[in-house]
C-alpha cells in the first residue's frame, strides 16, 4: 500500500516555515479475495527552507502466501519502499507551487524482489486559501531495473480534503498512480499477456476518533486499492480495507 497522503496534507509547509517531522503508522487488513492478510506502514514527512522529505515502508505480514507449507501466517513475507525528495529554492516566488522532485521505490518478498525504479520530474501543488483541500500533480521519468517501456513516464495525483460534508475530524485522502511498462502475465504459458500501462489509487477515508476522548493521535478509516494490470494481478481488481492510523 502506497499511502502518499500525509504528504499533501502537510504540504502547505513549502510555503512556510520548517516544521517538525510527522510521523504515523498505519495497520490495515486488506479483504481483498487474493489477499485477506495484514499490512502495517510506517509514514514521515518533513518540510525545510529547501523542500520536502518523504517516505513510507510497507510490511504484508503474508508469509504462508509466499510458501504453502508455512502455518504461521502472521510473520512478514514482504517489505516495500518508496522514499522521495521534493526540492524548492524558490518558495517566495511565483514559482513556489512548483517543484523539483526525485524519487527511489523498491522492495522484496519471499518469493521475488521488487524491481527498484528510479524516478525524476516535476511537482505542482494546488490548494484552497485555508489549506483543507490540496493536490499535487506530478509528472515524472521512470526508469524501472530489468523492465523495459515505450514511454518511460509516471502520472501521480495525491489530494487531501479535511473535515469533509461539515463533520470535524473526517478526511478524505489518497494517490492515483498510472506508469507505463512491459509487464508480462503468465510468462511461458499459453495464457501469457503483456500489458503496457499500469494503473493503481488507494483512495483513504478516515475519522479522528480520539478527538472525543482526548487522544487526538487515533484514527479509524478504510483504505480501497483500485488496480489495473498491477502486480501479478491481470486485468482490474478492487481490494477493500479497513485499519487504524497512530500520528505520533
Known amino acids: ?39 502495517m506502514t510506517l509514514e514521515m514527512f518533513k518540510a525545510d527552507k529547501w523542500g520536502t522529505n518523504y517516505f513510507f515502508i510497507d510490511h504484508d505480514f503474508n508469509y504462508s502466501h509466499h510458501d504453502s507449507n508455512e502455518k504461521n501466517s502472521y510473520a512478514p513475507g514482504g517489505t516495500y519502499l518508496e522514499i522521495s525528495r521534493c526540492l524548492n529554492f524558490w518558495q517566495h516566488t511565483k514559482l513556489a507551487p512548483l517543484s523539483l522532485h526525485v524519487e527511489y521505490d523498491g522492495g522484496i518478498t519471499k518469493s521475488y524482489p521488487i524491481n527498484s525504479a528510479w524516478l525524476a520530474g516535476l511537482d505542482y501543488f494546488l490548494h484552497d486559501k485555508d489549506f483543507q483541500n490540496t493536490l499535487n500533480l506530478k509528472l515524472m521519468y521512470k526508469k524501472i531495473h530489468k523492465t523495459t517501456s515505450k514511454v518511460p513516464l509516471q502520472f501521480t ?10 463533520l470535524k475530524g473526517l478526511t478524505f485522502d489518497g494517490f492515483a498512480d498510472i506508469w507505463f511498462e512491459d509487464h508480462t502475465f503468465d510468462k511461458g504459458t499459453p495464457e501469457e499477456k503483456t500489458k503496457h500501462t499500469i494503473f493503481i489509487s488507494e483512495p483513504q477515508l478516515w475519522y479522528n476518533v ?8 487515533l484514527n479509524v478509516g478504510t483504505e ?17 480495507c479497513l485499519g ?3 500520528v505520533f
Open 210 to 217: 480520539g478527538r472525543h476522548f482526548g487522544c487526538d493521535n
Open 1 to 39: 500500500m502506497k499511502l502518499k497522503a500525509l504528504l499533501l496534507t502537510l504540504l502547505c509547509a513549502l510555503a512556510a516555515k520548517p516544521i517538525q517531522a510527522q510521523v504515523n503508522m498505519q495497520v490495515f487488513y486488506d479483504f481483498g479475495s487474493d489477499r485477506k492478510f495484514a499490512t
Open 244 to 246: 487504524v492510523k497512530w
Open 157 to 166: 495525483g495525491v489530494w487531501t480534503c479535511k473535515d469533509i460534508f461539515g
Open 224 to 240: 480501497i486499492e483500485l488496480s489495473n494490470n498491477f502486480g501479478s494481478t491481470l486485468g482490474f481488481k478492487c481490494r477493500p
